[in-house]
């Protein structure tokens, strides 16, 4: 009796024993800032002339709400590797003054990121979270002259929690920065047209996100 008593007890705590090894899959939304110095807009002249241009913006902070998934593979109680992806939303962006043809254009990131998570289980149900990683990602402003979108790769740090609601279902919070180590650098191109006002510099513009992610795990 005494041994089926203690194994009773034994399969519970192993049933509330919330941190699992194995495959995890999740999704969220995410409050996104996105910083971009130096931006250098480019635009066709009013004229009708088909010149390029531009007007140099300066630095903007623009916030969304974006859309976060990730999926990975948690090896022990202390490490996992992690995939995610983050759409950050279109933001709208204002124009320079001499930009008379456009009040304002549309700016987004795409992010896909490969990380190696670093954990420390303080209780059966809290884990705490480092996170260290690289990014491809797509960046797009919508309205200038030449190609719209950059390519590129960029840093990725971030820190969490990761609260076990159910054995097999997390409710984690995250805070990750896309780009302070290296951030992206946007390109423009002219397609051969002459731009009045001074060129753009080969890399016109840095671009940096930090997110506040919420999400739901199921860990399999």
Request: proline share 4%; charged share 10%.
């Amino acid at each position: 009796m005494l041994k089926l008593v203690v194994a009773l007890v034994l399969s519970v705590v192993n049933l509330l024993c919330y941190g699992l090894d194995g495959f995890y899959l999740g999704g969220g939304v995410a409050l996104n800032q996105t910083s971009l110095d130096n931006i250098y807009k480019t635009y066709y002249a009013p004229d009708g002339s088909g010149d390029a241009v531009g007007s140099y913006l300066g630095n903007q902070n623009k916030s969304s709400v974006g859309t976060y998934f990730n999926g990975g593979y948690q090896f022990n109680d202390y490490f996992a590797t992690e995939v995610n992806f983050l759409w950050s939303n279109n933001q709208i962006y204002q124009p320079s003054p001499q930009d008379t043809g456009n009040k304002t254009f549309l700016g987004s990131q795409n992010l896909l990121a490969v990380n190696a998570l670093f954990l420390y289980p303080f209780t059966d149900w809290f884990d705490l979270k480092v996170r260290g990683g690289i990014a491809f990602e797509r960046a797009t402003l919508t309205d200038y002259v030449g190609s719209p979108m950059t390519d590129g790769f960029t840093s990725v740090l971030g820190v969490g929690a990761a609260f076990y609601i159910f054995k097999h279902i997390s409710l984690d919070l995250d805070y990750i920065n896309y780009g302070l180590l290296f951030p992206l650098n946007l390109h423009y191109h002219e397609n051969g047209n002459t731009v009045v006002g001074g060129s753009p510099p080969a890399n016109a513009a840095t671009v940096e996100n930090n997110d506040l992610v919420l999400s739901v795990n199921y860990h399999f």
